[in-house]
């Protein structure tokens, strides 16, 4: 009992300790989450736009700044109707925001770029 003591003793003060100092620096785990991963990674590629993706944007008055800084940034992906494991080139399903959504989107995330297929609003 008297080493269990010892332990908690030491363990809490350095747990709060480490939690402080990351929490000052801005560390997080969400980006190792695969939601976060996909965003991180569909934002680091080439956009292209398909003609119908393209017309969709016009009839819904949106601009591609809106579509990268908050539609896919903010998005969430559904993995249940996306098929992350197809090859070459993964396609994904992602709705904005995550409560109510309002955008769903698709798109390819192949090697060297994203292609985005649809937008539909949803209400």
């Given amino acids: 009992m008297k080493k269990l003591k010892f332990y908690a003793i030491g363990f809490i003060p350095g747990l709060l300790i480490v939690f402080f100092i990351l929490n000052k620096k801005g560390a997080s785990c969400s ?3 695969p939601n976060s991963r996909v965003i991180a990674e569909t934002l680091s590629k080439e956009f292209t736009y398909s003609d119908n ?3 969709e944007m016009y009839t819904y008055r949106i ?3 809106f579509i990268k ?6 998005g969430k992906v559904d993995f249940d109707r996306s098929h992350a ?3 070459p080139c993964p396609d994904y399903l992602l709705t904005y925001p995550e409560k ?3 955008y769903e989107i698709t798109f390819e995330k192949c090697e ?3 292609t985005l297929n649809s937008l539909k609003k949803l209400k």
């Avoid at 800084?69 to 903010?74: F, G």
């Fill in 63 to 65: 601009d591609e700044k």
């Fill in 112 to 114: 060297e770029s994203v």
């Fill in 53 to 55: 993706f393209k017309n």
């Fill in 69 to 74: 800084d908050s539609i896919i940034t903010k």
């Fill in 85 to 87: 494991q197809k090859k």
């Fill in 100 to 102: 109510n959504p309002r």
């Fill in 31 to 33: 980006g190792y989450l």
